[in-house]
């Protein structure tokens, strides 16, 4: 019998909402800094996966996170406005 392990494809991801691939950088930043003062704190390495850091981060995604994703929504919005005003130019 064989048995198949089902892996996500590498382009699943492109159906995800296009605002979460903009907050992710910004997400990771937040990790980093967030791990970065918790060691400042202790004084000694604290990994990105301790729980104080995980709190931290989930802390201050939930208080900017409606903040980040209007921002990047109105990006988006004013990018699809802009490529729709240069691609009519061109159509035929």
């Not at 019998?1 to 937040?30: C, G, N, T, W």
């Not at 409606?66 to 004013?78: D, H, M, P, V, W």
Request: proline letters at 5%.
């Amino acid at each position: 019998m064989r048995r198949y392990i089902l892996y996500p494809q590498p382009h699943s991801m492109a159906r995800l909402d296009p605002v979460v691939f903009r907050e992710l950088p910004v997400i990771k930043k937040v990790i980093d800094d967030e791990t970065w003062y918790e060691g400042e704190r202790r004084g000694c390495y604290v990994s990105s996966d301790d729980p104080v850091v995980r709190e931290n981060v989930c802390l201050v995604i939930l208080r900017i996170g409606r903040e980040l994703r209007e921002k990047f929504t109105a990006q988006i919005a004013g990018s699809s406005l802009e490529i729709a005003a240069d691609g009519h130019d061109q159509a035929a």
